[in-house]
């Protein structure tokens, strides 16, 4: 599945899961933990190995990475196991398969379609189909909750925000992983890659400027105590 799917399947479970547990979410951190299992793409693409859909795919390694998220926030480390884990077991499993969910336990590959099922490629229809009703979803729930102000305030924990516009939103709209853009090739998935990808870089880049003043007023304050003194 693209980053678009990963993102909207990861918000919306979020919703569910923290109205549920009677929890906040933080919503950056929850789309980013959504595709960082395909931090192997990078990883593949940098030292030329073959893992993806390996080990960062892997649930046990996801729980055990959570292990100590869950002894900090306990129940409050639900929604965001859970976005993590969907990136393969509700996205990539339909989506293509072939999957190490259980390394290191076990090496073997799992998936719908290796379980018998019908094979859906990533750019097969079905799966353009599925990813845009998810992107829909997402925004009208993010519209109707008032969750989009998120992205346009200063917060610190925005600038994960920074990950999938690096690693995912940019280059797949551009091209990589796949050797022509998702512009040309699928306008209107991209379209739904541009949205998260100005959503995103507003966030950002609010946070950055909010960052860049307080420091720069800080500086200019201090600078004023000691002309103050220099007076005295
Ligand atoms: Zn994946």
Do not use: C
């Not at 940098?46 to 892997?58: D, K, L, N």
């Not at 709209?173 to 995103?200: D, K, M, N, Q, W």
Request: proline share 4%.
């Amino acid at each position: 599945m693209f980053a678009v799917g990963h993102m909207s399947i990861a918000y919306l479970l979020g919703k569910v899961s923290s109205k549920a547990l009677h929890t906040k979410i933080n919503i950056p951190v929850l789309l980013v933990l959504s595709i960082l299992p395909d931090i192997d793409i990078l990883f593949d693409l940098v030292a030329g190995t073959s893992i993806h859909r390996g080990p960062t795919h892997s649930i046990i390694v996801a729980f055990l990475v959570f292990i100590p998220v869950f002894i900090y926030l306990g129940k409050r480390a639900i929604p965001y196991f859970l976005a993590l884990i969907s990136h393969s077991l509700l996205a990539d499993f339909f989506i293509g398969g072939d999957l190490q969910l259980l390394w290191p336990l076990s090496g073997n590959v799992f998936g719908f379609h290796e379980l018998g099922g019908y094979y859906v490629s990533i750019l097969s229809s079905i799966n353009m189909v599925t990813e845009m009703l998810l992107f829909v979803a997402a925004i009208m729930v993010l519209y109707k909750s008032g969750d989009w102000k998120v992205f346009f305030k200063a917060d610190k924990t925005s600038l994960v925000l920074i990950i999938p516009i690096v690693t995912v939103l940019l280059p797949s709209t551009i091209g990589y992983p796949f050797s022509e853009s998702l512009l040309l090739r699928e306008p209107t998935l991209a379209i739904a890659h541009l949205v998260y990808l100005a959503l995103f870089t507003v966030a950002t880049l609010k946070t950055l400027y909010w960052i860049y003043t307080q420091r720069f007023s800080s500086a200019a304050t201090q600078q004023r105590s000691v002309q103050r003194q220099n007076y005295k």
